[in-house]
């Protein structure tokens, strides 16, 4: 069986991996692979600190990729003889003043009724685990099972697995024969024939002539890595994410001693680097590590998230030749192990977990998609 997987982001490559490993012959069409989403992103794998209020059916998902996590990484790293900056240290979520302190307690007992494993602890208690901390941290949480990935480590590295599968080329148009998907057309006029065309495509989902027009939206991120002087190093040894007047930063270690910072969350329209988002970035983290100001900046990116209406991804069947696997917002590099089995049990023809496929299925939105099907 052959499979065109279109999009070489986290999702795509890991889906088509799987796919490989269980026999199937894969071809990746994208014209610049590891460029999009997955190579902005931070990595954090953080299904306690992602939880948020009002996002339930995520939860689940966010647990079960975790669980994933250890033996995907290692799987990956063996199989590619590649590094994945991999860090299974726990996460700091500190808060700035009484309000950020307000707001931690209560995510706090959301988090502990769904069985997260935390530790609320004193602003004091944190600066003896991290001194760089600054004195506005009020208190802070202990998460041990929040960890952290390098994405363009994990990228390069599935690449490598599949390098003589990659083809630099975009999709134009899905190719049918009326029925059913067939294969795609690429914007060379080349068309690749398949029993199954897999659609990762992120944000850029709806340029493809023939897909249904699902209800993706494009989030921007602004994400800023750091170089840390020799002086400073290490700044933090944490994950540290921090609440800052009810907005969320993070700073990420890299094993290499660089730091990311982020994220911005802008829907803007504007797909270059957000200089009121990088002052925030830094203003906010300021207040949470202020040493980071000390470091030099050496590389500054924004890339575009497909978000879907409830922050969850689509992941379903488009007709019996097409399956689409989008939608992943804030959350592609924590559930890429999770996406890529549901996406490849729906490629394959496998029943995967009822549940969580339900959970996903874009027919949620069916009048949505009926509304801008362009077929």
């Not at 134009?172 to 795609?184: M, Q």
């Amino acid at each position: 069986m052959h499979a065109v997987v279109i999009g070489a982001g986290i999702i795509g490559l890991a889906t088509a991996w799987r796919l490989k490993k269980d026999g199937w012959s894969v071809t990746i069409v994208d014209p610049t692979p590891g460029n999009g989403a997955s190579y902005a992103a931070a990595g954090m794998l953080a299904p306690a600190s992602e939880v948020v209020w009002g996002q339930s059916p995520l939860y689940s998902l966010m647990i079960a990729a975790a669980q994933l996590y250890p033996t995907f990484a290692e799987e990956l790293a063996t199989a590619s003889g590649h590094h994945l900056g991999y860090a299974q240290t726990e996460t700091l979520v500190c808060a700035s003043d009484a309000a950020d302190r307000q707001s931690l307690r209560e995510l706090c007992a959301l988090q502990t009724s769904l069985g997260l494993s935390l530790e609320l602890i004193a602003g004091t208690q944190a600066r003896a685990l991290e001194p760089a901390l600054g004195p506005g941290v009020t208190a802070a949480v202990r998460i041990e099972g929040d960890h952290s990935i390098d994405p363009r480590r994990m990228t390069d590295a599935l690449q490598a697995l599949l390098t003589e599968s990659i083809v630099r080329r975009r999709v134009a148009a899905l190719a049918s024969d009326g029925s059913r998907t067939r294969g795609v057309a690429l914007a060379n006029g080349q068309n690749i024939v398949a029993d199954q065309v897999v659609v990762c495509a992120g944000a850029d989902t709806g340029t493809i002539e023939g897909m249904p027009r699902l209800p993706l939206r494009s989030v921007w991120g602004d994400v800023v890595r750091l170089s840390v002087p020799r002086r400073l190093q290490p700044i933090v040894t944490r994950t540290i994410r921090g609440l800052v007047r009810g907005r969320p930063v993070y700073l990420v270690p890299r094993p290499d001693g660089t730091l990311v910072l982020g994220a911005s969350v802008r829907e803007d329209g504007v797909d270059g680097i957000s200089a009121g988002g990088v002052h925030q970035l830094l203003r906010d983290i300021e207040r949470v590590v202020p040493s980071v100001l000390e470091c030099e900046i050496t590389d500054v990116t924004a890339r575009a998230r497909p978000g879907s209406p409830d922050d969850l991804p689509l992941i379903g069947r488009i007709d019996e030749g097409c399956v689409v696997s989008t939608g992943y917002f804030r959350h592609g590099i924590l559930l890429a192990p999770l996406g890529a089995q549901l996406t490849a049990d729906l490629t394959r023809g496998e029943s995967g977990d009822a549940d969580m496929l339900t959970a996903v299925d874009p027919s949620r939105f069916a009048q949505d998609i009926r509304k801008g099907d362009s077929r």
